[in-house]
């Protein structure tokens, strides 16, 4: 729980490693206290203090978000249309196309900024990128964009979401490239 709290404060993971080292050294300084006054010699101390070492290591590992997740699959531009024929939804997508459409944002829940991408090969898709999460892009039509999210199947030609970190660090994360910039 500590870890994951220091994590949330905004701390990297070598300030949060190092953290971790301060907390044993103190409860490894604690165990010596101990057994220091119940006569244990030197030996015992230094393998308690190996012990709680790997756990603490072992704790650390555990809770780095998708650390035991599968890689995810990525399916390439040309395989949205093979995803909107077979209606499969749930597919991390990396896509380039065109912005055709920008549309007003969707404000009902977390606020999403809308607009329509055309690929090559003239399939549309809907892109819903969450701006609670991630940074409005300043979209112009007609402009190339690069997207990689997750694709969820409809009949229009499907939605493109998950733009974004995510918060919890669970879910691939997404992004937009946009006139040289990268929104996450």
């Not at 590992?61 to 024929?85: D, T």
């Not at 112009?140 to 733009?163: A, C, D, L, R, S």
């Amino acid at each position: 729980m500590l870890m994951m709290s220091l994590r949330r404060n905004g701390m990297k993971r070598s300030e949060v490693l190092f953290e971790l080292l301060v907390l044993i050294w103190d409860v490894e300084s604690l165990f010596a206290c101990v057994i220091n006054s119940s006569y244990m010699n030197i030996k015992n101390t230094k393998s308690i203090a190996t012990i709680l070492f790997v756990l603490a290591a072992l704790a650390y590992g555990w809770m780095q978000p998708g650390i035991f997740e599968r890689p995810v699959p990525l399916v390439e531009s040309g395989s949205i249309e093979a995803l909107y024929e077979n209606q499969v939804s749930g597919e991390m997508v990396l896509f380039e196309g065109d912005v055709s459409r920008i549309l007003p944002d969707d404000n009902k829940g977390s606020r999403h900024q809308r607009f329509i991408v055309v690929l090559p090969s003239s399939h549309t898709v809907l892109v819903a990128h969450n701006i609670d999460l991630a940074p409005r892009v300043p979209l112009k039509k007609y402009q190339p964009i690069k997207i990689f999210g997750q694709y969820e199947w409809n009949e229009k030609g499907g939605v493109v979401h998950w733009t974004h970190k995510d918060p919890r660090g669970i879910h691939a994360a997404g992004w937009i490239e946009y006139q040289g910039r990268t929104y996450h």
